[in-house]
Antibody, heavy 116, light 110 residues
């Protein structure tokens, strides 16, 4: 069965970086795009962008440029989200989600907390 | 690009039907039939319940249905049950090749 398993919660200080992983199983990794979605505490879902798992080409939503980097390691069917120069307002749950126009499969979410 | 517009909250009694609206523009909802709806219970990942405006994934109850008219999509839940109490989000593919979510609607089952 399809599974997306994300790395565990992170506690980071302002200015630090974090890398969240999303390991896929149960399907051919390069057959489907991978998206990243942010959910701040008590807030709604925000689409951050997606990465083409065949080419590695990322597309970032307008509000998620510069600080955010999507990457892949296809040898281990894993997508990564790296966030640099962390600020308190980056505190959120980050989800990976498979496919382009509809997200049938989601990771369990990774809570990133930014606090001094 | 601003989020799609959803009511902040809706409520209904068990057995009743409710409808949640999701309003966008001709660049998103009006431009494609790629509207999806997600149900999210507290502390859980979202779950896809409707895709391509009105299709249900396997295993999703037929009490959930979707529709679209011009730039507005709608999710209807019939025969409300206590377990339907959750947050609901719409999303749409856009003409820019991006995706946009609605602000979310909290459904309370009275």
């Amino acid at each position: 069965q399809v599974q997306l398993v994300q790395s565990g919660s992170e506690l980071k200080k302002p200015g630090a970086s974090v890398k969240v992983s999303c390991k896929a199983s149960g399907y051919t990794f390069t057959d489907y795009a991978m998206n990243w979605v942010r959910q701040a505490p008590g807030q709604g879902l925000e689409w951050m962008g997606w990465i083409n798992t065949k080419t590695g080409n990322p597309t970032y939503a307008q509000d998620f440029t510069g600080q955010f980097v999507f990457s892949l390691d296809t040898s281990v069917s894993t997508a990564y989200l790296q966030i640099s120069s962390l600020k308190a307002e980056d505190t959120a749950v980050y989800y990976c989600a498979r496919d382009r126009s509809r997200f049938s499969y989601w990771g369990q979410g990774t809570l990133v907390t930014v606090s001094s | 690009q601003s989020a799609l517009t959803q009511p902040a909250s809706v409520s209904g009694s068990p057995g009743q039907s409710i409808t949640i609206s999701c309003t966008g523009t001709s660049s998103d909802i009006g431009g494609y039939n790629y509207v999806s709806w997600y149900q999210q219970h507290p502390g859980k990942a979202p779950k896809l319940i409707i895709f391509d405006v009105n299709k249900r994934p396997s295993g999703v109850s037929n009490r959930f249905s979707g529709s679209k008219s011009d730039n507005t999509a709608s999710l209807t839940i019939s025969g409300l049950q206590a377990e339907d109490e959750a947050d609901y989000y719409c999303s749409s593919y856009t003409t820019s090749g991006t995706l946009i979510f609605g602000g979310g609607t909290k459904l309370t089952v009275l």
